[in-house]
């Protein structure tokens, strides 16, 4: 029976039709239509509690005119599709490699695991990407090359579900860099690289022939990855000295690792003051000198080498460094800038601090709300049956006020209003500054890992963060960061692996221990 009856959702009233002899969730379902309140998280009170799924509407008492209130925060309403639906098997390659749960390997051609993994963890930049997809083709200059072939690589890579070959990717990088075409004295077989080494390759190739309009930005490895340190120089052996002061930029921070040295933060802080020893024209002599480095400006993408590789003279030979030394998922740089710097982003620094806090407290609520609703529905499912209402009078709807159920605000239009709040404390000079970071603040998003214990052998693997998003791709504000997932890159094989297993990548032994670390600059949004 079909009965005409309003439904009242923060403040706004609905005509529904309600038929009393379908299963409660349809009458969800049509709440969730009208309202944008997803039925796991919509409430309808009743007496006696809420509203199960298994619940029976006939018994509810509804009466035709009657106004029932809704309790539970709204989404957006759903849309009809804006394409028309495409079944599997009528997909064509590229749809299915868009469609696919995860992204695509590297074939290894002989010991290019270095090159795999490198070239795994950048197309983790996004921006990236697109910057190349915007460069002119032309140039026979050989890092022109090398960027063009990086962008086919990455397109075919997109078309694909298969392990893709990256036979002219390769060919071209061992063009422009010579070494990787080394061959094994015992062997006669390609020789296994040093992936930092190919990444520098890569990186500085596409800087000095990659144009972009990334956001009318420029260049992007210039504006998105390229930092600048201040280096001053002084000698406590000659105060009269002037302190001679120098910019430097860089590509990356080395994070070098003493016998002392347990974390990421340490090894750069440390290698950030030095003593130089050289002569010093007021005194007439050689003098020891103390180099004392600041980050003095910041890039959206920062990336760090792990210092686990060095020569050892008496051996001839490179060594690996094995020792456990931590890195930070959230990075805040602060204590590494300049005096200057740390004042521009002091602002946005301690707010964006204080906004993800409370936007970890809003998810943390949501996902215990939505436990609890399943929580409630799956005891409901298993209950004994109730009796019925001896009484003549069938109970009826309660009349209650979402705002007594205290639900939280929209999050979208929060993070909107947040938005705001940071960027009218960004300073001018960093926003004018395309590709800079405005808060010091980062995320990790990719790493580089070497197995083994020897420098020129092991085996090197990609690992990048998996986007927490929803179903259509939107931001996935009620996700738990502490159940991230990650794609492990082991060459063609592509795999998910929880948050716990990149704790475990810190080093300590012959298994795989981070290289090369990427941080990108955390969202504001």
């Not at 000659?238 to 070098?256: G, I, M, R």
């Not at 947040?418 to 603040?441: C, F, I, R, W, Y």
């Amino acid at each position: 029976m079909a009965l005409p009856i309003k439904i009242k959702h923060a403040g706004k009233a609905y005509d529904v039709q309600v038929d009393t002899s379908a299963p409660a969730t349809v009458f969800k379902e049509q709440i969730y239509q009208l309202t944008g309140v997803p039925t796991d998280k919509v409430k309808v009170p009743v007496k006696g509690g809420m509203l199960k799924d298994d619940a029976d509407l006939s018994k509810l008492g509804f009466k035709a005119g009657q106004t029932v209130m809704v309790i539970g925060p709204a989404g957006p309403l759903p849309q009809a599709p804006t394409k028309p639906i495409i079944f599997m098997e009528d997909m064509t390659d590229t749809e299915l490699a868009q469609s696919a749960k995860y992204p695509v390997g590297l074939e290894n051609l002989g010991n290019t695991c270095y090159m795999n993994s490198t070239v795994q963890v950048l197309r983790a930049i996004p921006e990236f990407q697109t910057s190349l997809n915007s460069t002119p083709s032309t140039g026979a200059q050989p890092d022109a090359q090398l960027t063009n072939s990086l962008r086919d690589l990455y397109n075919n890579m997109s078309k694909t579900t298969e392990g893709f070959p990256p036979f002219a990717f390769l060919n071209m990088l061992r063009q422009f860099a010579p070494q990787f075409a080394e061959r094994s004295r015992q062997t006669g077989q390609y020789a296994q690289q040093d992936a930092q080494e190919a990444w520098s390759q890569i990186v500085q190739a596409a800087k000095s022939s990659m144009g972009g309009n990334v956001n009318d930005g420029g260049k992007f490895v210039e504006g998105w990855m390229t930092g600048r340190l201040q280096k001053k120089l002084s000698s406590p052996e000659a105060p009269t000295e002037e302190t001679k002061v120098s910019n430097e930029n860089f590509l990356e921070l080395k994070c070098n690792i003493s016998g002392t040295t347990n974390y990421m933060m340490q090894g750069l802080t440390e290698g950030m003051t030095q003593e130089i020893e050289k002569r010093s024209e007021s005194l007439g002599r050689d003098a020891i000198y103390k180099e004392e480095t600041k980050i003095d400006r910041l890039p959206s993408y920062l990336t760090v080498n792990m210092v686990r590789f060095y020569w050892r003279r008496e051996l001839s030979k490179k060594t690996k460094i094995m020792r456990r030394v931590k890195f930070p998922f959230d990075l805040d740089t602060f204590d590494l800038l300049s005096d200057d710097l740390k004042e521009k982003v002091r602002p946005v620094n301690e707010k964006l601090k204080e906004i993800e806090k409370e936007r970890r407290e809003r998810a943390k609520t949501r996902r215990k709300m939505k436990n609890k609703v399943n929580v409630e529905n799956a005891s409901s499912s298993s209950a004994a049956p109730v009796q019925e209402n001896p009484t003549d009078d069938p109970p009826e709807p309660m009349l209650v006020d979402s705002a007594a159920d205290g639900e939280l605000p929209d999050e979208s239009v929060k993070r909107q209003e947040e938005l705001a709040t940071l960027m009218s404390l960004v300073h001018p000079d960093l926003e004018q500054d395309k590709g800079a970071n405005v808060s010091g603040l980062y995320d990790l998003v990719g790493i580089v890992t070497h197995k083994g214990a020897s420098a020129d052998g092991g085996h090197y693997v990609g690992w990048t963060a998996s986007p927490q998003v929803n179903a259509d791709g939107s931001p996935d504000f009620d996700s738990d960061p502490d159940k991230q997932e990650w794609y492990k890159f082991d060459d063609e094989k592509v795999s998910l692996v929880s948050k716990e297993k990149i704790l475990g990548l810190e080093g300590g032994g012959e298994d795989h221990c981070a290289y090369i670390l990427l941080y990108k600059q955390k969202s504001l949004a």
